[in-house]
C-alpha cells in the first residue's frame, strides 16, 4: 500500500515515512486545524484522514458513550434509551417511586409551605390531614379531640353523607370509651395488646395504642369509593390524595377550616 502525499505529488512506502515528510517539508509549515478538537495536521489529507477516524460520529452519548453521525441521532436515542424518570422533581432534583409519592412530595411543606393556620392555637400546618390530625390528638385545646370533632360533624350530617352512627350499647354508652390496660398484660418480656397481640415497652406505651383508632370502629367513608376511615384525618388524606377524584387538593385546602370547626358541611 502507498501513501500519498497530495501537496507533493509523491508516494511513500508507510505511514511513518509520509510523517517525516510532512515534519521535515517546508511546504507543509501551513498547518490545517480540526474544526472538532483544534488538533492541527500539515496537510488537509492527513486533516481528512483524522476526522475520517475520530470524528466520524461526533456527537457522543453522555450516558453510554454511543456516538452518532448528527444531533437528531443523538436526540433521538438519548429520548428513547434515556427518558427522564417519569415521576420526577425538578425543583428538588429528586426521583420517586409512583406518581402518588411525587404528588404528595409537591403538596407538602417544602413546596407550599405551612399556610394552614388551627383556628385556636394558630399553628400552621402544611395540609388539611396535618391540620386534622392535630385536632384530633387532643393536643391543641381541652375538649377538641377526636370524638368531640365527629359529634360536631355528625350533627350536620345525618344523612350519612360521609360519616357511620356511632355504634353504642345497651345503655346508650359509646363502644369507643377509654380502655386502661394493667400489669397483667405483661407477657414477660413486653405489654401484650390483647386485641392484636401488639407488644409494647411501656404500659403507657400500651394504653395510647388501645386508646388510639387502632381498635375503634370507623367512623367516616368516601362517599365516591366508599373507603372506611376511623379518623377523619384519614379520610381527608384518602381525598386529598385524588386516588378516586372526589375532590381536587386545593379544594380540600380550601374547605378545611369549616370541616374542624363544623361551621359548614364539606361539599362533594
Known sequence: ??????????YFVSRHSLQQHYDNSV????NYICSYCDDEFHSQYALNNHVDSVHEYPYHCQE???????????????EEEHPEPEWWCHDCDRQFMNENNLRMHLNSRIHRGTNITCPWCKNTYATATGLTTHLESGSCRDGINRETI??????HDQGGAFTHKMIEGPNGQRFNQTVTATERSWNGRFYECPLCTRECRTLPALNQHLNSPAHQQN???????????????????HIESGS?????????????????????????
Open 27 to 30: 511546504l507543509h509549515y501551513d
Open 1 to 10: 500500500m502507498a501513501w500519498y502525499c497530495d501537496p507533493c505529488d509523491r
Open 150 to 155: 365527629y359529634n360536631t360533624i355528625r350533627r
Open 64 to 78: 453510554c458513550s454511543t456516538m452518532f453521525r448528527t444531533q437528531y441521532g443523538l436526540d433521538e436515542h438519548v
Open 219 to 237: 367512623l367516616y367513608h368516601c362517599p365516591k369509593c366508599n373507603k372506611q376511615a376511623k379518623t377523619l384525618a384519614a379520610l381527608i388524606n
Open 244 to 268: 378516586c377524584g372526589i375532590m381536587t387538593f386545593d379544594r380540600v385546602q380550601k374547605n378545611i377550616q369549616g370541616i374542624v370547626t363544623g361551621k359548614r358541611m364539606i361539599q362533594f
